[in-house]
């Protein structure tokens, strides 16, 4: 069972250039996300979707985009990097509303971008 | 929105007990979890919390109090290798607000 996986582990970027980040989770769960995680600020919300075909913004969305065509995927792009884009990101997934035993967050385990 | 308050850094002694709080603000709850994340890894799930009281795992409990919008993770027995971050989040609920609202963390020292 491969869980939340997302590629690449690590990139490198120049700035203005645009990549995408892929995750995929095996586990049929209808919420996915991204988050960045930058020193001494905690796990911050890029975009999120509820279900196939539906996506959201979250905390900082701006110079990000997001689609959900499938259960499976939901690739993070970066249109034009910026050196403020430096950062982990970790993209997520979970079953759905509510919460019984064992129904939570599952991470990919990261992906780490430097914009230079 | 929502407001999540933890201490910044913590530290203790191998074997004792730490204590490791959480404040909230937030329109709305449905739950709070936490977290545990090391160095270069991604957060791993500890808890979760949706009803007033103690949730008790191993060495780990955590507490909630809604009235009062506080929470907290504590670990007993410390472990070199409980040195990690901790994180507490909060799920307001409803639609996508399902997806937690994360805190800055808590960086956990343990030493011999």
Redesign the interface.
């Not at chain 2, 270069?40 to 799930?45: I, L, R, S, V, Y």
């Not at chain 2, 399902?98 to 963390?105: D, V």
């Given at each position: 069972n491969a869980g939340v996986t997302q590629t690449p582990k690590f990139q490198v970027l120049k700035t203005g250039q645009s990549m995408t980040l892929q995750c995929a989770q095996d586990m049929n769960h209808e919420y996915m996300s991204w988050y960045r995680q930058d020193p001494g600020m905690g796990l911050r919300l890029i975009h999120y979707s509820v279900g196939a075909g539906i996506t959201d913004q979250g905390e900082v969305p701006n110079g990000y985009n997001v689609s959900r065509s499938t259960t499976e995927d939901f690739p993070l792009r970066l249109l034009s990097a910026a050196p403020s884009q430096t950062s982990v990101y970790f993209c997520a997934s979970s079953p759905g509303q509510g919460y019984v035993s064992g129904n939570t967050i599952y991470f990919g385990e990261g992906s780490w971008l430097t914009v230079v | 929105g929502q407001n999540i308050d933890q201490p910044?850094e913590m530290t203790a002694t191998e074997g004792a007990i730490v204590q490791i709080n959480c404040t909230y603000q937030t329109s709305g709850f449905?739950?709070l979890?936490w977290y545990q994340q090391h160095a270069?890894?991604?957060?791993?799930?500890l808890s979760?919390n949706?009803l007033d009281g103690l949730e008790e795992k191993g060495r780990f409990s955590s507490f909630l109090s809604r009235s009062k919008g506080y929470s907290y993770l504590l670990l007993k027995e410390l472990q070199m290798k409980d040195s990690a971050s901790y994180?507490c989040?909060v799920r307001k609920?409803g639609?996508?607000s399902?997806?937690?609202?994360?805190?800055?963390?808590t960086s956990l020292i343990v030493h011999p």
């Open positions: - | 910044t449905n739950g979890f270069g890894e991604a957060p791993t799930f979760y949706v994180l989040a609920g639609g996508g399902y997806i937690p609202t994360f805190g800055r963390g």
